[in-house]
């Protein structure tokens, strides 16, 4: 299995719709992030998390929000999609003193129509 | 913040050529520098990083330098095979969140 789980992989929804993306681990560790990529952009840090009970905004977290239900579980929610939230999504985590930097997740691909 | 500058965005190289790819920061304070290799389909995977008290770092075919005085690193990948075909990002961090900025990517081609 993964280390890093996402779901879905790839998701078509419409535009106002309300729609959450799932990430888990397997790796232990504390922080979890979520990215955005797009094409020319590279990645885009959208909500991070240290703890279960600690959220923090990225860059760009304007239309996103985040919930760590636990350790190992922490979710992406757009509450009202537009089409330039059509992007490809990484989870990603990694240990207190970054020794191995992050492990990302496969990815989901998100379009909003 | 931490600003940090990718190039070259494209790179087409011949099977056993040498592929080096640059990058530049603006923070002074930034100590950490990891490399990832993202194969079409998949995830960015760590391929190796450096820490600001070294200069240069090799595993196998793939070596990092870094510069603190300039404020840049490079990537260089000897005897290119087909395989190593893929966006390769960079990143700088400091110390405190460890939150690392990225550059925007460099697609790597290799050409049998």
């Known amino acids: 299995d993964a280390d890093v789980t996402q779901t879905p992989r790839n998701r078509i929804t419409k535009t106002g719709k309300r729609i959450m993306l799932e990430c888990s681990q397997t790796k232990g560790h504390d922080r979890m992030y979520w990215y955005r990529q797009d094409p020319g952009l590279g990645l885009r840090l959208i909500y991070y998390?240290?703890?279960?009970?600690?959220?923090n905004k990225g860059e760009i977290s304007d239309g996103y929000s985040v919930s760590r239900q636990a350790q190992a579980k922490f979710s992406l929610s757009l509450e009202s999609a537009i089409p330039n939230q059509t992007a490809l999504y990484f989870c990603a985590t990694s240990d207190r003193d970054r020794e191995h930097g992050y492990t990302f997740g496969s990815g989901t691909r998100l379009t909003v129509v | 913040g931490e600003n940090v500058e990718q190039h070259p965005s494209t790179l087409s190289v011949q099977e056993g050529d040498s592929a080096v790819i640059k990058c530049t920061y603006s923070d002074s304070a930034s100590n950490y520098f990891p490399w990832y290799k993202q194969e079409l389909g998949k995830g960015p995977q760590l391929i190796i990083d450096?820490?600001?008290?070294?200069g240069e770092k090799k595993d196998q075919r793939i070596a990092v330098t870094l510069n603190k005085t300039a404020k840049h690193f490079s990537l260089h990948i000897t005897e290119t095979q087909p395989e190593d075909s893929a966006v390769y990002f960079c990143?700088?961090?400091?110390?405190?969140?460890?939150?690392?900025?990225f550059g925007r990517g460099t697609s790597l081609i290799v050409h049998p």
């Open positions: 450096i820490r600001s008290n070294v």
């Open positions: 990143a700088a961090s400091s110390g405190g969140s460890y939150i690392p900025t």
């Open positions: 998390s240290f703890d279960v009970k600690d959220i």
